[in-house]
């Protein structure tokens, strides 16, 4: 089995703690916005997804000018070097990679494994908050080549490779949302039409590692049929999921044009008038 591909978006716990004292920023993004507070990598500072990372009135992301303030509060800088890394195999680290690449960070990476793997090797964690002297940060306009907005995704659908990144009893239209999230969910179930379903946790090990490249080539260019060289959008639910396939896309495979359609299955769900495929048919 060979190893995941050499990558400068994806670096290794190892790497981390050789490195963690050498001036990178290292940055959590959990799913669970209180697992930062128990314990985190030495010097880590947090951003929290829900209030920080999206707008607080809109269902959009948060805008440039809250990008710039929000990292400028971090004491990070446009020119450094960027580790990022979380809970649930880095699902919101994944997101947040996705956004830093949007407004154009150039050196961000991603800790293979996240915090889960951290853990399991029993490395150094703190609950002490670092000290952080405020920059002011400068970030590029939005990246529309990463991102697919809705009026794009409706007119794609049936046509453009899409990967439905949800569970498959979320993508055949058993479940509306994942069982621990009821509350959260679209007002129509099933996908996006021609679609493809491949569960994002294909991509994972138990350790919250990526799969050997080997294996990932299986997954998406074997088994699912996708291109390298063909347009490809992915989505989930809300975009968190879909980003960790984004990742793997375009990180780890090579994918040329792949956009993370982050409005996800809650607003396209939710939209009137547009095509929907569902293969399960019960009571709902």
Sequence with gaps: MSEVAASDALVTTDWVAENIDSGIKVIEVDEDTEAYGWGH???????????????????????????EKLLGSRGVSESDSVVLYGGNNNW??????????????????????????????????????????GTEYHAKAPDGSIRALRAEVVAAAGTTPMVDVRSTDEFIGRLAAPPHLPHEQAQKKGHIPGATSIPWSKAANDDGSFKSIDELRQVYLEEAGLATDKATITYCRIGERSSHTWFVLTELLGFKDVKNYDGSWTEYGSLVGVPIERTYWEED
């Design 41 to 67: 990598l030495p010097g880590a500072v947090s951003l929290n997804w829900q209030t920080e990372m999206q707008d607080r009135v809109r269902r959009d992301l948060v805008d440039q000018a809250g990008f």
């Design 92 to 133: 919101f680290a994944a997101y947040a990679y996705w956004i830093f690449k949007l407004y154009g960070h150039q050196d961000v990476r991603l800790m293979d494994g996240g915090r889960k793997k951290w853990e399991l090797e029993d490395r150094s964690m703190t609950a002490d908050l670092p000290s952080v002297t």
